[in-house]
């Protein structure tokens, strides 16, 4: 039933999704586009299963959202493989994610995720009716660190 996967997927955001094409209420390709229209830190890899083999079918299916597409009936070992592909992307995803979200040197965020995150709390504290605070720390004269004891150094002290 794709309405209740799409339920599903919304209370946990699932990375990996494996979906019929045929399904009551929300077909298959609908629910690839209403999660690929969804804003998500996560990536969700989404292959559809289907019995429908037409180059058409492969490139809606596509269209849509979904990674991979595999027809019925398959084989196990098709799928072995398919699920290790996924498990690659999924991985690189995350890998990416948080190069892309923390700073290389402090592992801690960077400032466009502390940006998402702080717009993040201010949409909660005020739906909550709550406060928030937000505290800045700034190193006066860092240079002189890294002027007298070498950048190695400099880079010890901030981790």
């Not at 209370?11 to 390709?29: R, T, V």
């Not at 830190?41 to 292959?47: K, P, R, S």
């Not at 289907?50 to 597409?69: C, I, N, P, R, V």
Request: glycine fraction near 6%; include cysteine.
């Amino acid at each position: 039933n794709g309405q209740k996967a799409w339920e599903a997927w919304k209370q946990d955001e699932y990375s990996l999704l494996i979906s019929d094409w045929m399904m009551p209420d929300i077909d298959g390709p609908q629910l690839c586009k209403m999660i690929r229209a969804e804003p998500s830190l996560q990536y969700t890899y989404i292959i559809l299963l289907t019995s429908l083999d037409s180059k058409g079918s492969y490139l809606e299916g596509m269209d849509a959202g979904a990674d991979d597409f595999i027809t019925k009936p398959f084989d196990e070992e098709q799928l072995a493989a398919r699920l290790r592909v996924a498990e690659r992307i999924l991985a690189l995803h995350k890998k990416l994610h948080i190069q892309a979200t923390h700073d290389r040197l402090t592992g801690v965020w960077n400032r466009a995720a502390i940006m998402d995150h702080l717009e993040e709390e201010v949409e909660r504290a005020a739906c909550q009716s709550t406060c928030i605070g937000v505290v800045v720390a700034d190193l006066d004269h860092f240079k002189r660190i890294n002027d007298t004891y070498g950048h190695p150094a400099g880079d010890t002290v901030l981790q």
